[in-house]
């Protein structure tokens, strides 16, 4: 399996990550992934390590260096997601 990537944790949904991914969906948004999709592997308020979710549902920590679910991120912060 070859997955496309551009920066560290983040990749592009091929038929792989697709087929392997796609039953439980983002646990961030709960949308099902597609083709083409970018993605990241983020941390968030699930159990557990890092999962794929959206790009856009995410935000890069630079502290940490490393992606964080933006409503998780928010909270961090103390503001409102």
Known sequence: MTIRTTRKGKHI???ALLNQFNAQGCPACGHKFNLG?????A???W????RL????EAVFDVATAS??????FAAKRGRPG
């Open 13 to 15: 949904i091929d038929l």
């Open 37 to 41: 999709d970018p993605v990241v592997e």
């Open 43 to 45: 941390c968030g308020a």
């Open 47 to 50: 159990e557990g390590g890092p």
């Open 53 to 56: 979710i959206h790009e856009h």
């Open 67 to 72: 992606y964080v679910e933006k409503r998780c």
